[in-house]
Structure formats: C-alpha cells, structure tokens
C-alpha cells in the first residue's frame, strides 16, 4: 500500500504520472547487488524496462553494466554513468547507424543473432579499421513458461542462432578477420517465476559451453540474460525478488570454465515494484452484469494489460467504504483498454485516487501517444 502521507502529497499533482518509492528501487538493487556479490556475478540492467534518467543514474552509480537493445538505448546508457566497457548490445534487427554506434564507441559486446549479421558487422568494423567484440545469441531450446508475446528462448521464435547452425556459425567465424568472439549470451523471456526453468536453462548452457570448447572456443563469458519474475499479486509482501534463491540456482548449477564470468540481464526485477501509475477516476457507471470505473489513464500509459493480459493489482488510495466490484477501464478507444476486471475496492467515486501498482518496469517505457494524449509525467517519493 502506498504510505498515507505521501497520498496526501500527491492527491494535488496532475493525474495520471508514474510514482516511484526509491526506497524500494535502493533496496532492491542493494539486495541484488549483495546477492550476486557473493559469486563474483557481473549485472547488466536492461534499459528497455525502464530508462528515466534519474533511475538510470541510480542503477549505474550501483556499479551495473547496461544491456541495451537499440543505439538510442546505447547512447543514453552512455549518458547517465554506464561505461562503455560494460555496456551489451542485443536485438534481431540492428541498423547499421546502430551498429557503427556501438563500435565507435568501444562497447563491451554486441550480442549477434544470425550468420548474417556476423557478415554486416565484420564489413562495417574493418571499414572504421576496429575488431568488433561479439557474443552469440543463442537459443537454449527452453521453454520459459511465461507469456508466448514475452518466450523468446524457443527455436520458433525470431531470436539468436540456433544449435543446428553452430557449425556455419564457427566456419563464418574463422572467416572473418575484425570479429572477436567474447561471449556465448541467452535470454530466454521475461516475468519467469518457476526457478526450474533456470535450472534447464544452466542445463543447456553447460552442454553448449562444452560443445564451444571442445571447438577450440573458450569465451570470457557467459550471459544467462534476464527474466527474473516479480510478484504481480503482492507488490507490498514481496517487493524484492528472490535473488538469492536465483543466484543460488546458478552457483549450484552452472559449470564455468577457466576464468570465465558470468553476467546477468535483469529489467523487470530491478525495477518493477518501486512503481505505480496513478490515476484519478473520473466517471463510475453502471452496465450489465459490472460496474465501471473509468479513470484517467489509458492503454497508452501503461499497454502491458492489454499487449499481454498482464495482471496488475489495483488500489483504491482514498476511499473506505464498502468493497465492491469494479472493471477499471481507461478512455482510449479500445475495449482492451482495460486495467483490471472484477477488482474489489472500497466504493469508488468520481475523483478517487488508483494507484496501479509493480508498473515500474515496461511502463512508461512502453507509453505512446495514441489518441493524441498526453504522456503521463513521472514523480520521485524523495522529490515530495
Ligand atoms: C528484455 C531483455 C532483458 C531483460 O528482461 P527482464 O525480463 O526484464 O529481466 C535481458 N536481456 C535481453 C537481451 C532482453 O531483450
């Protein structure tokens, strides 16, 4: 629940705007930076679940890389404190502006997905006369038990290279003189809370790893990505994930070799719980069978409801009277423009306050202006 006092701080700002608790984001990296401190595990935090400036500048002066999936996403990693050297760049479609971008500046690893992009990159590093630093994306073949618009470690999905491509991959390599092969890198999907999908995940990756070695390629180091699930239902109980119970799967179970490092994406567990959208209700209206709440945020303000039938849990921040049932809608023209069906809250009028709650990570990142509206600011809990 968000803290009373601080509803009364916000119940005179211009609704809807994220609202993110930085005493949660602080902890949340504390935990996980001592957590994966324990193994000597590297953290990069991917930008795309959350790239606003003043979180940015926070997770980097926590010592984390930056796992970026766009130059755009490259440069503002640049700008608010992640070295170079420890900034990753994934994504099936780079452009070749994108490409030049992360080899002028001497990033630490482009994370290549097909044969093809080995060529393009090859081309591009000796025409400015560098060697490019690469890691493979490879596909696991591990089902991530999650959302199918958020799997991407299956071999029906358009990610990274495939096992049976291994061996063209290594022939291509051996051909091209500007590539350096740093990295065998995984990412197999998002919001995963069954930590057996790990387990098969450092499976795999122990029987690919040996496979490279056996071909004479000992990379520096291997990158399980991201994925980390966080607990939609109970934002307050369970405000930081697992990661020791996380970590620990992969200090049981992964084998490294040499001195290779082991190097993790998270997006979501970082900073989903530390925010909330925050919505004023404008109308409630009676229908058949429900009863609306339609409120001043949209799909475009938060997409992940209807671009993935996401749960968020839904408070009511000013009312106390009698629960009851709600579907709380927003005004975009879309029936799926739904944040929530059946929600119980206290009776619910025109002008209470909603908070939507673990909307920090693939929120306002994801917002658009569809219908012409306007974004939805950002607050600071240490701002008020
Ligand atoms: C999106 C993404 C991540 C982060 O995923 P989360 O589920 O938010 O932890 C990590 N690595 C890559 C390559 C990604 O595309």
């Known amino acids: ?84 050297g420890k900034i990753m760049f994934a994504g099936v479609g780079k452009t070749d502006d994108e490409l030049r971008l992360a080899l002028n500046h001497g990033i630490q690893s482009i994370n290549v997905e097909s044969v093809q992009e080995m060529e393009v990159i090859n081309s591009l590093a000796s025409e400015m006369g560098v060697k490019a630093r690469i890691s493979l994306r490879i596909i696991p073949n591990v089902d991530a038990h ?103 799967v992969f200090h049981d179970l992964i084998e490294l070799q040499g001195h290779q490092q082991l190097h993790f994406e998270p997006g979501r567990a970082i900073v989903a719980q530390c925010g909330s959208l925050i919505t004023r209700v404008l109308f409630v209206k009676e229908a058949v069978n429900t009863r609306f709440a339609i409120v001043d945020a949209g799909m475009n303000d938060l997409i992940r409801p209807a671009l993935y039938q996401s749960y968020h849990k839904i408070e009511n921040l000013t009312s106390t009277g009698e629960k009851r049932k709600y579907d709380v809608v927003g005004p975009v023209c879309e029936s799926s423009d739904c944040f929530g069906k059946a929600v119980v809250m206290p009776e619910t009028r025109r002008g209470d306050l909603i908070a939507i709650r673990s909307a920090g990570a693939y929120g306002q990142t994801m917002a658009s202006r569809y219908n012409l509206r306007d974004l939805a600011g950002e607050v600071y809990s240490d701002e008020i």
Request: hydrophobic fraction near 35%.
């Open 146 to 248: 999650t959302h199918r618009y958020i799997t991407t470690g299956l071999e029906e999905n358009k990610f990274g290279i495939l096992t049976w491509q291994f061996d063209a991959v290594l022939e291509k390599l051996r051909s091209l003189d500007n590539l350096e092969l740093q990295g065998l890198h995984f990412h197999i999907g998002s919001q995963i809370t069954d930590l057996a999908v790990f387990k098969s995940l450092c499976e795999r990756v122990n029987e690919i790893n040996t496979w490279f070695m056996e071909q004479g390629y000992l990379t520096d180091i291997i990158n399980v990505g991201g994925g980390l699930g966080v607990d939609y239902s109970e934002p307050d109980k369970c405000s930081i994930p697992d990661f020791a119970a996380y970590f620990g």
């Open 1 to 84: 629940m968000i803290k009373t006092d601080i509803i009364e701080k916000i119940r005179q700002i211009h609704t809807p705007f994220y609202y993110y608790n930085m005493e949660v984001l602080n902890a949340t990296i504390g935990r996980c930076t001592l957590e994966a401190g324990r193994y000597g595990y590297r953290m990069h935090y991917a930008l795309k679940a959350n790239s606003n400036p003043k979180i940015l500048k926070i997770i980097s002066s926590a010592g984390f890389g930056a796992d970026c999936v766009s130059g755009n996403e490259v440069k503002s990693a640049l700008e608010h404190g992640f070295q170079a």
